[in-house]
C-alpha cells in the first residue's frame, strides 16, 4: 500500500512538473563609456593596477626588428624562435625526468597571438604572443604516426612552428624529403615530440597525437618558456631558414 502512495505521488508530480511552463528572462545591460565610474572603486584598484603595469612593463630583452607570423609561407622567423626556444628549454627538463632527449617539437600557428615589435621586449611582449595557459607536453609517436604528422602539415599549408625535423616539398607540395636531427625517419622508431597540451587534445584537428603511446606532462607554460628565453638575451635574433621548403 505505501509503495502504491509513492507511486501515485511521483507520478502526480511528474505530470504536475511537466505542465509547468519556466519562462526565463533578463536585461542586457551594456558596459561602455557612458556608464559613470566609482571613484571609491577606482582609488581602491589603481594601487594594484600600477604594481602590475610596472611589472608587466619591465624589460626584458630587445628586438631590433619587427617579428610578424604573417611573414613567411612554410616557417616564420617567430615561429621559429617559438618552436627552438621550447626545444632549448623544455629538453633538460624531459631528460632529467626519462633520460632521454626531445627529438622535435610542433606548435600552432594560431597558438602565436601577436608580433614582437621592434624596440623593448617586456613581460607584456609574452602575454601578448602567448596569453593562454598552454603548457609543453611531451608525446611519443612512432615513426609511421610522424608521417602522418608530416602530411598533415602539408595538407594545412601553414607555418606551423617547428624544430629539430626539416621537411622538403616540390612546388606541388609533394614531399620530397623528411628528416628528423639529419637522419631518415624509422617507421618502426619512438620519437619524443615536444608539443602543446592544447594541440595534444586534439587542438587544430592535430588528430594524429591521438595515436601518442606516452605523454609526458612537463608543467612548463610556453608564456613561460617565452619569458625565461627573453630574460637570457639581450637582443633577440631569429629567422627563417630551410627546416620546411618549398622549392620551386
Do not use: W
Amino acid at each position: 500500500m505505501r509503495r502504491a502512495i509513492i507511486t501515485l505521488f511521483v507520478l502526480f508530480f511528474s505530470i504536475e512538473s511537466c505542465e509547468t511552463e519556466y519562462v526565463l528572462s533578463g536585461n542586457k545591460i551594456e558596459i561602455n563609456n557612458t556608464i559613470e565610474k566609482d571613484n571609491e572603486i577606482v582609488d581602491f584598484i589603481n594601487p594594484y593596477k600600477n604594481n602590475v603595469d610596472k611589472q608587466m612593463d619591465s624589460v626584458l630583452a630587445y628586438s631590433p626588428v619587427d617579428y610578424d607570423k604573417k611573414n613567411g609561407v612554410l616557417n616564420t622567423a617567430i615561429g621559429n624562435m617559438m618552436a627552438d626556444i621550447t626545444l632549448k628549454l623544455s629538453n633538460p627538463i624531459y631528460r632529467a625526468r626519462t633520460n632521454k632527449n626531445i627529438d622535435f617539437v610542433l606548435l600552432n600557428h594560431g597558438g602565436i597571438r601577436s608580433m614582437i615589435s621592434k624596440g623593448d621586449i617586456t613581460f607584456r611582449t609574452a602575454y601578448k604572443v602567448m596569453p593562454f595557459e598552454n603548457s609543453v607536453v611531451v608525446c611519443e609517436l612512432e615513426g609511421r604516426h610522424v608521417y602522418e604528422l608530416i602530411n598533415y602539415l602539408i595538407l594545412n599549408k601553414k607555418a606551423h612552428p617547428i624544430s629539430g625535423i626539416n621537411i622538403v616539398l616540390d612546388k606541388n607540395y609533394n614531399l620530397l624529403d623528411a628528416k628528423i636531427n639529419g637522419k631518415n625517419i624509422d617507421e618502426n622508431k619512438v620519437y619524443s615530440v615536444a608539443t602543446s597540451d592544447y594541440l595534444l587534445n586534439g587542438g587544430d584537428k592535430m588528430t594524429f597525437f591521438e595515436k601518442s603511446k606516452k605523454n609526458i606532462i612537463l608543467d612548463y607554460k610556453i608564456r613561460n618558456i617565452l619569458i625565461d628565453y627573453f630574460k637570457e638575451v639581450d637582443t633577440v635574433s631569429f629567422k627563417i631558414d630551410n627546416r620546411f621548403i618549398l622549392k620551386k
